[in-house]
């Protein structure tokens, strides 16, 4: 496959200033199917390989490499093997992921002489592109894209969240798991056997746990003093102890179960009692002094060290990282095991993810999108997302005589695994967690569906309109800024809490009401289009 060079430097347009000028329509459209004519629409796609029957045919797509730098996909079999069974040679532009905004950026604000098929560098979350008009509206070719519609249809708060305001779906996406394998608190299941102690599950028998590993010689090493009850990154605070106070704070606004949208930070009994629990351990030693510093490097040396309690991460992490520190571990049982979220004056949660991570969107410089369109259409095929996930049968995977599939022993080298092009970014790939699942130990599989029961949805991805951004980029920096730095004042008691009620007055000050209304009419326009 030829590969393009990198792409000439380009100044902003005037088309997107012009139409960023006239902002949307602001009205739902009913969409018409469009028949297309000519060679492509007259063969007969039915959402499987092949695409086309047109001899040469060929696609060009610009998107982002492999992280590994040993990894080109426009080489990898996987990807190959999708263009072929296709039918189309793809052109591929692929930039490293290290600086794809920064090169995409320019060629989109270009305007023209856009590839087929274009993997954004943001989801548009303003529709700048989409008001620029660099993108064909998709829900009028659903006629040539039925596996992207039984996607829609089988996932409708994706829909919403890609729907514009003018009520058209522009782009393709690609999405990762939202209930499985997510953040979680995690404890030394070793050191609460050590002491008798149960599973807690609120933020009282939590903290209980935690003043028994700082009081004891836990680690046997005769130095009771080397201890870290609770190793936590700041970042990490917000989901592991919000829930328990009935806040979001990982995403700042969230809806009640009337629809109303709230920002946690500002809830003036709830935010003040997480930020008092959190200052209570803080002033107890409990939660320490550099935590603000802290990192997963330091988290994973001290398991090494077996000097550490609890702690937070991606359940990933559980077998994957911290738990193989200890030299007793063996894979039959976890020693920094996930729990149930904590509960406090509310029922605990833990926080899931958005499921869309990219967007791919045919650009209009393709005068005769149909061929674009289709493969994009086959790329989000059940035949293509198994290539994604599971790679090629009999080299990296098998099929048992139950249709149970299992990577094989080659595949456990994720060198060679990354070369053949697993889970390519270049594509609209979804994650899959059966394909997570036989990858990790049954300990922690279990664990998993264990705790994806207490998953709770993130605040969706919802297109801003000009307005919108107008105010959001207004008021939203500023606000943030000073609410990450009042927390760590109140946390660590430079700032008193007696002040909180001040605190608010300045956050209404900032323009957090206005910032409020737009949240409010944008999550109910989300819910609007899941109608």
Known sequence: MKKKEYWKAAVLSAMIAAAALSGCSGKSTQTEPKEEKGKEAEFNYTGAAPVTSTPDAKVSILAQNSW?????YANADIIKTIASNAGVTIDWTLVSPTNYKDSVSPMLAS??????IVELPDLDDNMTYITAGLFYPLDEYMNYMPNYKKFLDNNPKIKASLTAEDGHIYYVPQTVVTDNYQPCTMMNMQWLDQLGLPVPSTLDEFVEALRAFKDNDMNGNGDKTDEIPL????KNLPYMFGPAFGLNLVDGFYADENGKVHYAAA???????YLTFLNGLYKEGLLEVEYTSLTRDQITERCARNITGATF???WQMSQLYSKQYPEYTGDKGIMVGIPPLSGESKGYYLGRNPIANIFGVSKSDQDPLLAIKFLDYAMSEEAQNYYVWGLEGESYTVSADGKKAYTEKASDNNWLQQLGINAGCLPSQQSVEATDVLLPKWHVDKDKELQSFSKAPWPFIYSTKDEQNIISQYLVDITTYVDEMNVAFITGTTDLS????????L???GLKE?????????????????
């Open 267 to 273: 809830e003036s009994e709830n935010y003040k009692r």
């Open 231 to 234: 190793s936590v990154t700041a």
């Open 313 to 315: 991460d991606y359940s």
């Open 499 to 506: 002040t909180f009620d001040s605190y608010l007055s300045t």
């Open 68 to 72: 590994y730098s040993t990894v080109d």
């Open 515 to 531: 910032l409020l209304k737009v949240k409010q009419q944008q999550y109910d326009r989300f819910v609007s289009s899941t109608k």
């Open 508 to 510: 209404d000050s900032m």
């Open 111 to 116: 305007g023209s002489d856009l590839p087929d």
